[in-house]
């Protein structure tokens, strides 16, 4: 183990936004929202103020409409009841000295009909059911299959995002990361695997990322720049996404988001929650190709982290895991103390048990 971990305590800017460690908190699917409302609640203003030491804050992902929602009891973005739930947590890190993002999320096929109104099939780029599981009142369920989204639907699911970053300024985010990743509806229309459309929004390139970018495009007249972010996996299998070309896509799509100026891409190296190596990729290149900052995310150890920082290949790398097992995974980090290991029967649904009661290293200690 490296003794010193001091490379991932030099302070970092992403506009003008300073973040006072290198150490991201991962957004973490945990489906603790208030079961009928999806509007957070005093248990997850616990959570998120646990972890306030973290350099930024992503929370987890808030899906725009009902429409985005593939999982029973993640928050909402979309009323005014979710916007309070979220305005008493960014209140709660904010005082306890920490920085927070909404993570924007629309799912895309990764749904399920017992989630949409009037148990609508889900929507997507292409009518090609995953080959996925989410999760519903009854448990792990296949994913339902979908219907492939109008031309003329398609604006008012990128206004739906644009609400939906309207809702999270009101509710005292420091900015937004688009859900770009994981096999979800952005990512959907990115990769050729899912998208077989033939409208200005399938076939080449510049097409597949339209969808995209328009996003990206309507959340930039709500967020200054540099509070815009965006999560991409590019060879990631995660919900059955592939892609042909994902030098090529990923490569175009982040130049055109370097034009844009926003302030981040986040990036899932490898395939998500699994092996970093499971297919070639240069994410050198990708940061090479993107004048913002870039957060790497799997699988990183403290040592790992500590060399990607000092050897320049990312401004921060962001945790999950880790971050759930340990409140105080910065100050862990920092002096090299051990980790709480992570309990996975209680990563979704359910109380406090798993949730809010890993111990910090000074109640460990009492
Ligand atoms: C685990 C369970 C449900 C959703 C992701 C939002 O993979 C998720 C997710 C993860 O990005």
Same mark, same amino acid.
């Given at each position: 183990?490296?003794?010193?971990?001091?490379?991932?305590?030099?302070?970092?800017?992403?506009?003008?936004?300073? #973040?006072?460690?290198?150490?991201?908190? *991962?957004?973490? !699917?945990?489906?603790?929202?208030? &079961?009928?409302?999806?509007?957070?609640?005093?248990?997850? %203003?616990?959570?998120? %103020?646990?972890?306030?030491?973290?350099?930024?804050?992503?929370?987890?992902?808030?899906?725009?409409?009902?429409?985005?929602?593939?999982? +029973?009891?993640?928050?909402?973005?979309?009323?005014?009841?979710?916007?309070?739930?979220?305005?008493?947590?960014?209140?709660? /890190?904010?005082?306890?000295?920490?920085?927070?993002?909404?993570?924007?999320?629309?799912? @895309?096929?990764?749904?399920?009909?017992?989630?949409?109104?009037?148990?609508?099939?889900?929507?997507?780029?292409?009518?090609? !059911?995953?080959?996925?599981?989410?999760? %519903?009142?009854?448990?792990?369920?296949?994913?339902?299959?979908? $219907?492939?989204?109008?031309?003329?639907?398609?604006?008012?699911?990128?206004?739906?995002?644009?609400?939906?970053?309207?809702?999270?300024?009101?509710?005292?985010?420091?900015?937004?990361?688009?859900?770009?990743?994981?096999?979800?509806?952005?990512?959907?229309?990115?990769?050729?695997?899912?998208?077989?459309?033939?409208?200005?929004? @399938?076939?080449?390139?510049?097409?597949? %990322?339209?969808?995209?970018?328009?996003?990206?495009? =309507? /959340?930039?007249?709500?967020?200054?720049?540099?509070? /815009?972010?965006?999560? #991409?996996? &590019?060879?990631?299998?995660?919900?059955? =996404?592939?892609?042909?070309?994902?030098?090529?896509?990923?490569?175009?799509?982040?130049?055109?988001?370097?034009?844009?100026?926003?302030?981040? +891409?986040?990036? /899932?190296?490898?395939?998500?929650?699994?092996?970093?190596?499971?297919? &070639?990729?240069?994410? *050198?290149?990708?940061?090479?190709?993107?004048?913002?900052?870039?957060?790497?995310?799997?699988?990183?150890?403290?040592?790992?982290?500590?060399?990607?920082?000092?050897?320049?290949?990312?401004?921060?790398?962001?945790? @999950?895991? =880790?971050?759930?097992?340990?409140?105080?995974?910065?100050? $862990?980090? $920092?002096?090299?103390?051990? #980790?709480?290991?992570?309990? $996975?029967?209680?990563?979704?649904?359910?109380?406090?048990? @798993?949730?809010?009661?890993? &111990?910090? #290293?000074?109640?460990?200690?009492?």
């Amino acid at each position: 183990m490296t003794d010193d971990a001091s490379a991932l305590f030099t302070p970092f800017k992403i506009g003008d936004l300073t #973040l006072p460690n290198r150490l991201v908190m *991962a957004p973490l !699917t945990r489906n603790r929202a208030t &079961p009928g409302t999806d509007a957070p609640n005093q248990l997850n %203003v616990e959570y998120y %103020v646990q972890r306030a030491s973290a350099g930024l804050i992503i929370s987890e992902g808030t899906q725009v409409s009902r429409q985005g929602q593939g999982y +029973i009891w993640t928050p909402g973005m979309y009323n005014d009841e979710q916007v309070k739930g979220w305005r008493a947590i960014t209140d709660a /890190v904010h005082a306890a000295g920490g920085r927070i993002f909404a993570q924007l999320w629309h799912v @895309g096929r990764v749904s399920h009909i017992s989630l949409q109104a009037d148990e609508a099939a889900p929507v997507a780029p292409s009518a090609i !059911t995953a080959k996925s599981k989410t999760y %519903v009142a009854s448990g792990f369920a296949e994913t339902s299959a979908p $219907r492939a989204l109008e031309t003329a639907e398609i604006a008012g699911v990128v206004a739906d995002f644009a609400k939906a970053a309207e809702n999270a300024k009101r509710a005292g985010f420091d900015g937004i990361e688009l859900h770009g990743a994981n096999g979800y509806l952005i990512e959907q229309f990115i990769k050729d695997g899912t998208n077989k459309r033939t409208d200005q929004y @399938g076939g080449s390139i510049e097409n597949r %990322v339209r969808f995209p970018l328009e996003v990206v495009d =309507a /959340v930039l007249k709500v967020f200054p720049r540099e509070r /815009v972010g965006i999560r #991409l996996s &590019p060879v990631s299998p995660a919900n059955d =996404a592939s892609t042909s070309d994902a030098a090529e896509v990923y490569g175009h799509l982040v130049q055109e988001l370097g034009k844009r100026g926003i302030g981040f +891409i986040h990036v /899932v190296e490898g395939a998500t929650g699994g092996p970093r190596d499971n297919a &070639p990729f240069d994410y *050198a290149a990708l940061r090479k190709a993107f004048p913002g900052a870039y957060i790497a995310n799997n699988g990183y150890t403290r040592d790992l982290a500590i060399e990607a920082i000092a050897e320049g290949r990312a401004d921060a790398v962001a945790f @999950g895991k =880790a971050f759930i097992a340990n409140p105080d995974l910065p100050e $862990r980090l $920092r002096v090299g103390a051990p #980790l709480n290991e992570l309990e $996975r029967a209680t990563l979704y649904g359910g109380d406090a048990k @798993g949730y809010t009661d890993y &111990p910090a #290293l000074t109640q460990a200690a009492e």
